[in-house]
């Protein structure tokens, strides 16, 4: 399965909300480092209740809008 997500890093809380079937998270962490894009597939693969072995940023992996692969 594929989602859209667009992506807020350095945010003073995180949040999930659905718009249009595009998935606005909002993480804490920086965009330094890959980390702000390792937060992101945790919390995609809590929300669809998968490993996160199965969640891949497939584009996207410097932009704030990405397409993610969640395998199910």
Known sequence: MYVKVFVTPGA???RVEEKDGI???AVREPAQGNRA???VRAIVAVRFAVPVGKVR???GHRSRGKIVSVDI
Do not use: F, P, S
């Open 23 to 25: 998935l606005a998270i």
């Open 12 to 14: 003073k809380r995180e």
């Open 57 to 59: 940023i497939l584009t």
């Open 37 to 39: 894009n390792e937060r």
